[in-house]
């Protein structure tokens, strides 16, 4: 998985690779430069080959990930031991990522929580059970999550470090474990990481546990991973990628399982034929999704009020609502006393933003209680959007639903507009394909 990596290395790699001097003998008492480390050193190096690759990976690299290419391309080669040195166990909060991403690792390893409506998706699983209870489940609470909405937790490879707490969100909340047929293999034979103290045994496969394949998808809540199998840093190591949104705008989120390089040549061949098929894999993913190219916006904000029954009447003998404490609220969950009554202003932004750049525009229905003015200006803000697009962009606007006509009305923008009809529900059904009478009769003619 992606590790944070902290170090203080500073490697004097030029990417040109000039030959290495030939070294003088030291002044007495001093340590040779001859035995200095080399990190540009790589046995049998083909130069040129070697120059163009570095080049390439730094230009990649840029600012943001310098130090994946800094351990990856120079250290982790010839260094295990500063590789491993410069990835330390250290707590760093719990935190929201995207929307429907959480970061619940710990500074050397990673550990991931996907939120759906209908429970938790934890990606890897640290070490061991104390992290998976003082860092992982403590994170979930941290971020405002429970812990017993866990359903799956997927392992990406089996190493220690990313099974280690696995078994401990299975015994406390039943969730089940996803991994590949190759690395359960892996996890039911004894392993080098049994010896070490600070791994927990890994998890055998019980009978709910699943076992993925290339090109799956486990589905919860509306919410689809998709799988692939990337072999080489483990025999089956996952990748997965995901839908997250930023703010109620739609993203696709990749994860590598395993990035980090094996040491023989069939390995790390075998890790850049897993990479190439993850690019494709990555690329059909990103074609897929502009095809779609749906953007679904909901409200990020929204104005709620308590409603007070009165001891008015209306028309039809029932109670008035009187609506107190009119304010703007941000917080997903309306408050237990409350109602929402219209989009807040930063909605009502989206929105407007989002109608200025349509060529087609099919609006039905208003954003809130556009009768009481207090609950007006999301609706106003959406006519004078749709109004503006039609009149300056050209266009084509229309209007279903008599709430929706009598708004734009109120907004005395009603012929600012393509086109306006009070059946709301029956453009919808309209739309959907279904035959209306009355307009099946008027075309037979
Ligand atoms: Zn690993």
Same mark, same amino acid.
């Given at each position: 998985?992606?590790?944070?990596?902290?170090?203080?290395?500073?490697?004097?790699?030029?990417?040109?690779?000039?030959?290495?001097?030939?070294?003088?003998?030291?002044?007495?008492?001093?340590?040779?430069?001859?035995?200095?480390?080399?990190?540009?050193? &790589?046995?049998?190096?083909?130069?040129?080959?070697?120059?163009?690759?570095?080049?390439?990976?730094?230009?990649?690299?840029?600012?943001?990930?310098?130090?994946?290419?800094?351990?990856?391309?120079?250290?982790?080669?010839? &260094?295990?031991?500063?590789?491993?040195?410069?990835?330390?166990?250290?707590?760093?909060?719990?935190?929201?990522?995207?929307?429907?991403?959480?970061?619940?690792?710990?500074?050397?390893?990673?550990?991931?929580?996907?939120?759906?409506?209908?429970?938790?998706?934890?990606?890897?699983?640290?070490?061991?059970?104390?992290?998976?209870?003082?860092?992982?489940?403590?994170?979930?609470?941290?971020?405002?999550?429970?812990?017993?909405?866990?359903?799956?937790?997927?392992?990406?490879?089996?190493?220690?470090?990313?099974?280690?707490?696995?078994?401990?969100?299975?015994?406390?909340?039943?969730?089940?474990?996803?991994?590949?047929?190759?690395?359960?293999?892996?996890?039911?034979?004894?392993?080098?990481?049994?010896?070490?103290?600070?791994?927990?045994?890994?998890?055998?496969?019980?009978?709910?546990?699943?076992?993925?394949?290339?090109?799956?998808?486990?589905?919860?809540?509306?919410?689809?991973?998709?799988?692939?199998?990337?072999?080489?840093?483990?025999?089956?190591?996952?990748?997965? &990628?995901?839908?997250?949104?930023?703010?109620? +705008?739609?993203?696709?989120?990749?994860? &590598?399982?395993?990035?980090?390089?094996?040491?023989?040549?069939?390995?790390?061949?075998?890790?850049?034929?897993?990479?190439?098929?993850? +690019?494709?894999?990555?690329?059909?993913?990103?074609?897929?999704?502009?095809?779609?190219?749906?953007?679904?916006?909901?409200?990020?904000?929204?104005?709620?009020?308590?409603?007070?029954?009165?001891?008015?009447?209306?028309?039809?003998?029932?109670?008035?609502?009187?609506?107190?404490? +009119?304010?703007?609220?941000?917080?997903?969950?309306?408050?237990?006393?409350?109602?929402?009554?219209?989009?807040?202003?930063?909605?009502?932004?989206?929105?407007?933003?989002?109608?200025?750049?349509?060529?087609?525009?099919?609006?039905?229905?208003?954003?809130?209680?556009?009768?009481?003015?207090?609950?007006?200006?999301?609706?106003?803000?959406?006519?004078?959007?749709?109004?503006?697009?039609?009149?300056?962009?050209?266009?084509?606007?229309?209007?279903?639903?008599?709430?929706?006509?009598?708004?734009?009305?109120?907004?005395?923008?009603?012929?600012?507009?393509?086109?306006?009809?009070?059946?709301?529900?029956?453009?919808?059904?309209?739309?959907?394909?279904?035959?209306?009478?009355?307009?099946?009769?008027?075309?037979?003619?």
């Amino acid at each position: 998985m992606f590790k944070i990596f902290r170090t203080g290395l500073m490697l004097a790699a030029t990417y040109q690779l000039a030959a290495f001097p030939t070294f003088a003998q030291p002044v007495e008492g001093r340590q040779p430069v001859s035995g200095y480390a080399k990190p540009v050193a &790589y046995p049998n190096a083909n130069v040129a080959a070697v120059s163009a690759s570095f080049n390439r990976a730094r230009k990649i690299a840029g600012d943001d990930l310098y130090t994946y290419f800094d351990t990856l391309c120079i250290q982790d080669q010839l &260094y295990k031991q500063r590789t491993n040195g410069a990835q330390y166990d250290g707590v760093i909060p719990a935190q929201k990522v995207f929307d429907n991403l959480y970061y619940i690792g710990q500074m050397s390893v990673s550990a991931w929580a996907v939120k759906t409506p209908q429970g938790i998706i934890v990606i890897d699983a640290l070490n061991n059970a104390d992290e998976a209870r003082d860092i992982m489940e403590a994170g979930l609470i941290g971020v405002g999550l429970d812990p017993k909405d866990v359903k799956y937790v997927v392992i990406t490879h089996s190493h220690g470090d990313h099974y280690g707490g696995a078994q401990y969100f299975k015994d406390k909340y039943g969730a089940k474990l996803v991994a590949s047929a190759a690395d359960w293999d892996v996890m039911a034979k004894p392993s080098f990481f049994d010896k070490i103290r600070k791994f927990d045994v890994a998890p055998k496969r019980g009978a709910d546990d699943l076992t993925v394949v290339d090109g799956q998808v486990l589905s919860l809540g509306g919410e689809d991973i998709h799988f692939a199998v990337t072999p080489a840093h483990t025999p089956g190591t996952l990748s997965l &990628y995901f839908k997250v949104t930023d703010n109620g +705008a739609p993203h696709l989120a990749g994860m &590598y399982g395993g990035i980090g390089m094996p040491r023989t040549d069939d390995l790390k061949l075998l890790q850049l034929q897993s990479m190439a098929h993850w +690019a494709d894999v990555a690329k059909a993913a990103l074609a897929k999704a502009s095809q779609r190219g749906v953007k679904f916006l909901l409200p990020v904000d929204d104005v709620v009020a308590v409603p007070v029954k009165t001891d008015k009447l209306d028309k039809k003998g029932k109670a008035v609502i009187d609506y107190q404490n +009119a304010r703007v609220s941000t917080d997903m969950n309306c408050p237990d006393d409350a109602a929402g009554l219209d989009i807040g202003p930063a909605s009502a932004k989206a929105f407007s933003d989002e109608v200025a750049t349509a060529k087609t525009i099919l609006w039905n229905g208003p954003m809130g209680l556009f009768e009481d003015k207090r609950f007006a200006e999301g609706t106003n803000a959406v006519a004078r959007a749709v109004a503006e697009a039609t009149q300056k962009s050209g266009a084509k606007s229309i209007i279903g639903g008599g709430d929706s006509v009598k708004a734009l009305n109120k907004a005395k923008l009603g012929d600012k507009v393509t086109f306006m009809s009070t059946g709301g529900g029956a453009s919808l059904e309209f739309l959907e394909g279904q035959v209306l009478p009355g307009v099946a009769a008027l075309s037979d003619k």
